[in-house]
């Protein structure tokens, strides 16, 4: 009787789940298809802080604050190397046309460098990935914490060699923008808005750089002019320095003295990187002579060459006397400093002098150099730094990367620089 009592009245135990769970299962799908579109949405993310922060304008540098916070996202390690590799080889984006116009060829040479280069980067940044975990607020923190200390160690690892040897597009350079003329403080500031943008209080790093942002931008200026100093910008594309002529060196310096013909104030000019061509006993000569008469003190890129390879140098040159001034720390890798040579027994290429002369003197001003590559990786600006430089002088041979931006990011990073430790900054360059 109770029996049948029950079962007339008996709920649709089945219908009624089966009703409250639908929702679920599409809510499921939904959950699905999202997670399918997360990575590639990370990815193109990734792609445009990349190729709008490295554009060559120093206000857009900001954006590159986003990678960490994109490479944290990721779901997987093959997510978070793809996240990498995206931001990477946007921000590097000029290298293969740039290879091409320096060796005359296709694209091809130029597109393999640009994959082969960006593997260090990307290397690092899988390897110390590590995987979101769920769970309590315990265990958050404790993920959120391990995912710091990796993003740092990643960070120190792209800024130093060996992987710094490619560090190229590196976050921290961002930290003039955000905090000019706040030095070593502002670094250490921008460093800790990278870590916090890899962990569950994100959103704070956001509204800070948010904020600092448009601060910056209201009042951004760019780096200070040095009194006495002066550029001489040169437009002789890929002959700068190949013609050891003395009609060259006679017209050039000719060039360097109409230049300041009409600003008697200046007694430092700075010719772009090669612009001597090679230097020999001869060539220091007919410089010397050609400023007799001048209290004008000329520093200009040019090659040491001997029988094992070649230095790439500045050197310093007046009436009085000439010298060699600076040998660039780190050589474009691969065109210029080749170790494999030395490797197989054989000799050639341009030395890298690593972490020797950071800091020169010129007319009694301590000077930080940077030649070309050394304006688009860290430790030798930030080695420079350490012997509190007064002035940054930055020289480039830019004709072979004609139809890319790669100049523009160069002198974008060199202001960036300038701009952090409040320093005034003299750039040449050959187009």
Known sequence: MIVDILARFRIPVCSAWRGRSSPSIRDR???????????????????????????????????AMFFPLLWSKASSRSIAALVAGGYFLAASRGLPQGV???????????????????????????VFWTKPRGGDASGKRGTDAARALLYLLAMVLTELPPFGITGWAHPLTVAGVLFPGWGWSGLGATAILLVVMTGRRWQIAVAVLGGLYVWSATNWTPPKLTPGWMAVDLKRGEDLGRDGSLNYHRDLIATVRRTIAEQPDVHVALLPESA??????????????????????VIAGAAVVDPKGYDNVMVAISADKSNILYRERMPVPGSMWQPWLRWIGQDGGARADFFGNPMVEVDGARVAPLIC?????????????????????AVGNGWWTESTSIVAIQKASVSAWARLFDLPVVMAFNT
């Open 29 to 63: 799908g939904d959950d699905q298809r999202n997670d399918r579109w997360k990575p590639i949405l990370l990815i193109i993310a990734s792609i445009a802080c990349g190729r709008i922060g490295w554009s060559g304008e120093v206000l857009l540098l900001p954006l």
């Open 276 to 297: 001597l061509g090679f230097w020999t006993p001869t060539v220091a000569r007919l410089w010397r002579e050609g400023l007799r008469g001048s209290d004008l003190t």
């Open 100 to 126: 091409a116009n320096f060796y005359s060829a296709d694209l091809w040479p130029g597109l393999v460098l640009w994959v082969v280069a960006s593997a260090s980067f990307v290397t690092v940044h899988a």
């Open 373 to 393: 590559y050394e304006q688009l990786i860290l430790w030798p600006v930030l080695q420079s730094m350490l012997h509190s430089p007064e002035v940054v002088v």
